[in-house]
């Protein structure tokens, strides 16, 4: 018996190199940390050994490091609502903080069962809590909703809540990524994909690849233009800000054209910064997400078309492909870039892509190779095009869960005309925009023509912050997120209103959310207008 076991057997010491030995399970390791908590013995302990090796350590009374209450516990997942610790995150809200932190946590359980005695589950600790016990503790107000475990509605900008039929779809079966039936599956995306964005043209090209919206920029930026190039980014928000950054990474120069918070670049404004330089392309965001601006697409390409005819026209609509209107040929528009976990209503993981003819010309015509491996058009445009005729292809793994999802989505999406889609939005953001308005609160866009339709950034009352009231939202059972724009992050909340929320007759998350967001800014201490909150 090693050194190590003697000493914990004779004095019941595991505390400094001991303890170290005791929980790696190798008497010769001193490579983790030691416990916080100094010394406590071995009365205290059910060790499970095999000749210096132990398999488990079960704490019969933990010391206080190990005895984590639900608030702690959450503020190790959720530090934007905790005032004492705060991840470094790329944005600029993370600098915020909450006055307390007083959600408990607790995992949402579909049903209430009695559980076996010897069925547990582990916390990241080595002290074991029975999840009988922990279906017991208080919990944010969680509401039924279809088949789906009851949680709290999300109303962020994405991701948002998601059909049942979709989240069963990515329980499927594991299948060969280069088998006929998968093949058959991805095929019929691309051809579905066309038809959400409007396009006959056989030239254009949709992309399907495993990643978020940000890697629908690297796509731009690595196939489309070439470093030294020039690009004109539309500023409405925080996006712009990092589509530029994307930019230059790929040793492109963005110029920025910035319009004030809530506002968009005016066309006279365009057309003057069209002239005085040869951009390769000019980018814009369609909705931003972080204030809630709606950028005119159509005018704007028209005129590039007009004044700079060269000029590729690049869209950003992971924020509003399937809630807002695209017409890719009509518009003649070279690339539009989203993500499948906004409003085509699929969890988060897919890149999507649909570039025009003119564009993948554009490509194939560069001078230097792609600035990208795994986002380089020359892997995946074959293997785009042989999906899309049913063969068989192979560069990098797709991931057919999430491929099954978005099948099913786009199947939703397509079963009725796009118009009634866009439509059914608009009424609802007309109707989340009244409401905000009766209570007294402004949005960050300022002019009607300027407000996204898939959701709105709300103005809080002045002096009160997002941690004031996010939480007593998730208590009623909806989450909002919080501000994201810099330079105005502590002022202001966004609620997304897109995807099934708004489509399914049979929700009633918006009208839950208005009433929630009403209550809650009632509760802690804002009085509106004709006291209609």
């Known amino acids: 018996m090693t050194g190590a076991l003697q000493h914990v057997r004779e004095t019941g010491d595991i505390s400094g190199q001991f303890a170290t030995s005791v929980r790696t399970g190798h008497t010769h390791s001193h490579t983790t940390r030691h416990l916080p908590h100094s010394s406590f013995r071995i009365r205290d302990c059910v060790i499970l050994a095999t000749a210096g090796h132990f398999t488990r350590l079960l704490l019969r009374k933990p010391p206080p490091f190990f005895t984590l209450a639900p608030k702690n516990r959450l503020s190790l997942i959720s530090r934007h609502l905790n005032v004492n610790a705060h991840v470094p995150l790329n944005t600029p809200y993370s600098i915020q903080s909450s006055p307390e932190d007083d959600i408990?946590?607790?995992?949402?359980?579909?049903?209430?069962?009695?559980?076996?005695?010897?069925?547990?589950?582990?916390?990241?600790?080595?002290?074991?809590?029975?999840?009988?016990?922990?279906?017991?503790?208080?919990?944010?107000?969680?509401?039924?909703?279809?088949?789906?475990?009851?949680?709290?509605?999300?109303?962020?900008?994405?991701?948002?809540?998601?059909?049942?039929?979709?989240?069963?779809?990515?329980?499927?079966?594991?299948?060969?990524?280069?088998?006929?039936?998968?093949?058959?599956?991805?095929?019929?995306?691309?051809?579905?994909?066309?038809?959400?964005?409007?396009?006959?043209?056989?030239?254009?090209?949709?992309?399907?690849?495993?990643?978020?919206?940000?890697?629908?920029?690297?796509?731009?930026?690595?196939?489309?233009?070439?470093?030294?190039?020039?690009?004109?980014?539309?500023?409405?928000?925080?996006?712009?800000?990092?589509?530029?950054?994307?930019?230059?990474?790929?040793?492109?120069?963005?110029?920025?054209?910035?319009?004030?918070?809530?506002?968009?670049?005016?066309?006279?404004?365009?057309?003057?910064?069209?002239?005085?330089?040869?951009?390769?392309?000019?980018?814009?965001?369609?909705?931003?997400?972080?204030?809630?601006?709606?950028?005119?697409?159509?005018?704007?390409?028209?005129?590039?078309?007009?004044?700079?005819?060269?000029?590729?026209?690049?869209?950003?609509?992971?924020?509003?492909?399937?809630?807002?209107?695209?017409?890719?040929?009509?518009?003649?528009?070279?690339?539009?870039?989203?993500?499948?976990?906004?409003?085509?209503?699929?969890?988060?993981?897919?890149?999507?892509?649909?570039?025009?003819?003119?564009?993948?010309?554009?490509?194939?015509?560069?001078?230097?190779?792609?600035?990208?491996?795994?986002?380089?058009?020359?892997?995946?445009?074959?293997?785009?095009?042989?999906?899309?005729?049913?063969?068989?292809?192979?560069?990098?793994?797709?991931?057919?869960?999430?491929?099954?999802?978005?099948?099913?989505?786009?199947?939703?999406?397509?079963?009725?005309?796009?118009?009634?889609?866009f439509k059914i939005h608009h009424e609802t953001s007309q109707k989340v925009k009244k409401a905000i308005a009766d209570l007294g609160l402004k949005q960050l866009a300022s002019k009607p023509e300027n407000q996204a339709n898939g959701m709105t950034a709300i103005y809080l009352p002045e002096g009160m912050t997002p941690p004031a009231i996010l939480p007593t939202l998730m208590k009623k059972g909806v989450i909002f997120a919080g501000g994201l724009h810099k330079e105005i992050a502590t002022k202001y909340v966004r609620f997304g209103h897109m995807g099934v929320s708004v489509t399914d007759p049979k929700r009633d998350d918006i009208d839950r959310a208005l009433k929630a967001l009403g209550e809650g800014l009632k509760e802690v201490g804002y009085e509106a207008p004709n006291g209609k909150a």
């Open 104 to 421: 408990e946590w607790n995992p949402i359980q579909k049903e209430k069962r009695s559980l076996p005695q010897q069925q547990t589950r582990a916390f990241s600790t080595t002290q074991e809590v029975s999840l009988e016990e922990e279906g017991k503790r208080s919990k944010p107000a969680a509401v039924k909703m279809s088949s789906q475990a009851p949680h709290p509605a999300l109303l962020i900008p994405g991701p948002i809540e998601f059909d049942d039929e979709v989240l069963q779809s990515m329980s499927h079966y594991s299948e060969s990524h280069v088998g006929a039936p998968f093949v058959n599956t991805f095929g019929e995306v691309l051809g579905m994909l066309r038809k959400l964005f409007i396009t006959e043209d056989p030239k254009s090209q949709p992309f399907v690849i495993s990643g978020s919206g940000t890697l629908g920029w690297d796509q731009v930026a690595a196939n489309l233009v070439e470093p030294g190039d020039d690009v004109l980014v539309l500023h409405t928000g925080y996006f712009a800000d990092s589509f530029a950054d994307c930019f230059e990474t790929y040793g492109i120069k963005p110029t920025q054209l910035k319009a004030p918070i809530g506002d968009r670049p005016q066309q006279d404004e365009v057309e003057k910064a069209l002239k005085e330089k040869n951009y390769k392309l000019i980018s814009i965001t369609h909705t931003d997400t972080s204030t809630g601006v709606l950028s005119e697409i159509k005018g704007i390409a028209d005129l590039v078309h007009r004044v700079s005819p060269d000029t590729l026209v690049i869209v950003d609509g992971v924020c509003s492909v399937g809630c807002e209107e695209i017409r890719f040929d009509d518009w003649k528009l070279d690339c539009v870039i989203t993500a499948s976990q906004k409003a085509i209503g699929c969890p988060a993981g897919l890149s999507i892509v649909m570039a025009s003819g003119r564009a993948i010309e554009r490509f194939k015509a560069r001078k230097t190779p792609p600035g990208s491996y795994f986002g380089s058009w020359k892997n995946w445009l074959p293997i785009m095009q042989n999906y899309e005729a049913k063969k068989p292809s192979y560069f990098a793994t797709p991931p057919p869960q999430l491929i099954h999802a978005l099948h099913t989505s786009l199947t939703q999406i397509l079963s009725k005309p796009l118009e009634e889609r």
